[in-house]
């Protein structure tokens, strides 16, 4: 394989696997983790919450 045939293949990947609720499993796991803590849980878990849904609208 050359150089070209390779950049090709990992600019692929993240093509190939956006939408993946794989990938977004991570963020949701940490979001149901943090929204746990009394009183600020919810609040405190918005980015992980948009880190969800931008990878897996």
Do not use: E, Q, W, Y
């Not at 390779?6 to 696997?17: D, E, K, M």
């Not at 993946?20 to 009183?39: D, E, H, Q, T, Y």
């Amino acid at each position: 394989m050359n150089l070209f045939s390779r950049l090709v293949l990992v600019l692929l990947i993240p093509v190939v696997v956006s939408g993946c609720g794989v990938l977004a499993a991570p963020c949701r796991i940490a979001s149901a983790g943090i929204k746990m803590v009394p009183i600020i849980g919810h609040a405190a878990a918005l980015p992980t919450d948009a880190c969800a849904a931008v990878i897996d609208p």
